[in-house]
């Protein structure tokens, strides 16, 4: 049974910074890219940052040069670095597994490729 367990989120000003993490359990680490999406009051899902089994790395337009992702294979985590956080950012994070292959055949911001997703993390930033 795979799972994914985030950690991280927490209320902080604008312009700060925060680190979350994505712990997966349940299946050989390597086998997975990992994702990160975010979901605002009254938004769609929208697709974050994401990273491939090779350390690829992809950021959604609006948050290139703010977050960045990283994976430590050791650990089998992910993290997302968030800095110059604005109140925009604020949203409930997931972090999502898709197989590693399946990563660079489709498109990687669509969540219909994932087959696990965790619980969820709530960010919030006041102004």
């Known amino acids: 049974q795979v799972q994914l367990v985030e950690s991280g989120g927490g209320l902080v000003q604008a312009g700060g910074s925060l680190r979350l993490s994505c712990a997966v359990s349940?299946?050989?680490?390597?086998?997975?890219?990992i994702s990160w999406f975010r979901q605002a009051p009254g938004k769609e899902r929208e697709f974050v940052a994401g990273?491939?089994?090779?350390?690829?790395?992809n950021y959604g337009d609006s948050v290139k040069g703010r977050f960045t992702i990283s994976r430590d294979n050791a650990k089998s985590t992910v993290s997302l670095q968030i800095d110059s956080l604005k109140p925009e950012d604020t949203a409930v994070y997931y972090c999502?597994?898709?197989?590693?292959?399946?990563?660079?055949?489709?498109?990687?911001?669509?969540?219909?490729?994932?087959?696990?997703w965790g619980q969820g993390t709530q960010v919030t930033v006041s102004s």
């Open positions: 999502a597994a898709i197989n590693a292959w399946v990563y660079y055949t489709r498109p990687y911001y669509e969540q219909a490729g994932y087959d696990y």
């Open positions: 990273i491939s089994s090779r350390d690829t790395t």
């Open positions: 349940g299946r050989t680490f390597s086998d997975f890219a």
